[in-house]
């Protein structure tokens, strides 16, 4: 069984940046994916990126996010650039088999870590 543990999460204001890690108990799935759940909404696709690097964003982010694993730390980041409010949620790290945005596609799950982003 894969543990997942993200870190990065804060309070930052709309424009900024902000960095989240995500680190693997083990070796790292062939996909991991991040994702994010605000107060009252479903959880969605943010980005997801195969063991190759090859990336695939939602269009809310594209531009602005940037996905990244490194395989030898069994890790994968996301930097998030010009950061909006609607971006505030709960992120999530997500590993899989599969190269898709389907969150019933990921097995494994992080605990899950803060973005607020004030106006």
Known sequence: QVQLVESGGGLVQAGDSLSLSCAASRGGTYVM????QAPGKEREFVATTRIDGRTYYADSVKGRFTASRDNAKNAVYLQMNSLKPEDTAIYYCAGGE??????????YWGQGTQVTVSS
């Not at 994916?33 to 994010?36: A, I, K, S």
């Not at 599969?98 to 097995?107: D, H, K, L, R």
């Open 33 to 36: 994916g991040w994702f994010r």
């Open 98 to 107: 599969v190269y898709t945005i389907s969150v019933e596609s990921y097995p």
